[in-house]
């Protein structure tokens, strides 16, 4: 069976999604258990496809035993496989810890959310495992409408709105990466990614080329939500469902740079992205500038969650800046930062979704108090706080030192001083946070007595997985030489500096 690792990840949940879908008008308490398998079943499987890929190298699947270029291949390399383990492990951790709150919150809709949350990640996996560069697109979209419509079942007074406004500006994103792969098909005759990549150095400076590259980076920078094509992205996580903004925020905008770096390795290959056009010193200035504008954004909100979203817009900047250094460290690190940005993200959004729990509301001026009525879920928060600002030995100080590591030997100072600047500005964010946790007193309707809170947790079936992944955070961090060494470093193209 593990030689069918690759099309059982997408298979799994796509056919799962449809029986919750019937189990929904049948009977609701069997839609969970559903997707519980199906995720479950999609780790396994990644994890095996990972050990395989480390055993045998590149695999290849050919869907329906059509050989490429024709048929739909399947290609995982250590890059896909990690990303593959990321995107299937924080679905499975927030499925099962945000169990509490979709059967208090969407009660009547619970059936609808789960086959709409194991499409989402169906249409995720499918994008990360695919080496066709049209059934990535299908895939796309298949995440893209099922986010929305997961969005959409949240806050009744804003979440439609939010989630509407992302329909306009993702499906001009999705048309612009469609149009992309039209030039690439007109000039190549081919959509499968390895024979493109073979067929395009001879024509390199066309300008229907250039042209292809330009459609499908825009494209693929709004899916993102890269600085200033991010304005899609605070409403739609803020007013979402907590159950759902804590899947899609790490995993959508992260697979997505994952897409960007695929088509500069595989499918234009590096000599086309640094050498021919010379945008790279252009893109890492632009990174520069999500990452100041990110933080400043910030900097400026009083609801938790939101400014969350604003961090996130930050992080994107660090991942592509990091790719377009163009080096080994600087790509390095972008890849590192992919999967601890997804972990870090997970363990945020999770301690928020645990305090709306419990509060209702997650503006600041309702957190005082929180670590003595939260204790643990404060703790895990600040393990990911710290982990965002950049503090040994947790795993964002890793990809950050490979980052900054980077920007020195391609002489980038400028993206280093932009990386400096947003880890002091999330050392303000997030002790303001803990300030008012911590120090001010809690608020009456928190159950105070005299300044005295009593202790008041989420329930254990949310806190032992937001407790996983915040240990998780410092065993990414003290195993990230390991990660960087022998599953990065020999996926990065030849010629990497």
Known sequence: MSQHYPVLLVTVPLLSAFIISGLSWV???LCFPMAFLALGTSVFCAIGLLFRVLDLGLIEYHLGGWMPPWGIAYRVD???ALVLVAVSSVAFLNLFATYKTVQRDLPEKKGIFYALYVLFVTGLMGITVTGDVFNLYVLLEIASLTAYALIGLGNPDRAPLAS??????GTIGACFY???IGYLYIMTGSLNMADIASLLPPIYHSKAVLVAFIFCMVGVCIKMAFFPLHAWLPNAYTFA???ASSVIAPLMTKVMVYVMIRLIFSVFLPDFSFHVLHIDHAIVWLACLAIVMGSLLALAQTNLKRMLTYIIVSEIGYMVGG???GNRLGMSGAILHILNDAIMTLCLFLAVGNIAYKL?????????GLFRKMPVTMAA???GALSVIGVPPTCGFFSKWYLISGAIHAGQYGFMGALLFSSLVNVVLFFRVIEIAYFEPMNTHHGAVSGKGVMEEAPLSMLVPLLIVAVSLLVVGIYSGTIVNHLIVPVLPKGIG
């Open 27 to 29: 009977k609701k308490s």
């Open 78 to 80: 250590l890059l896909n």
């Open 164 to 169: 509407l406004n992302y329909v306009f500006i």
């Open 178 to 180: 469609l149009l992309g």
């Open 241 to 243: 469902p907590d159950p």
């Open 323 to 325: 790719v377009w250094l």
């Open 360 to 368: 209702q509301r997650v503006d600041f001026q309702h957190l005082k």
């Open 381 to 383: 928060f600040v393990t």
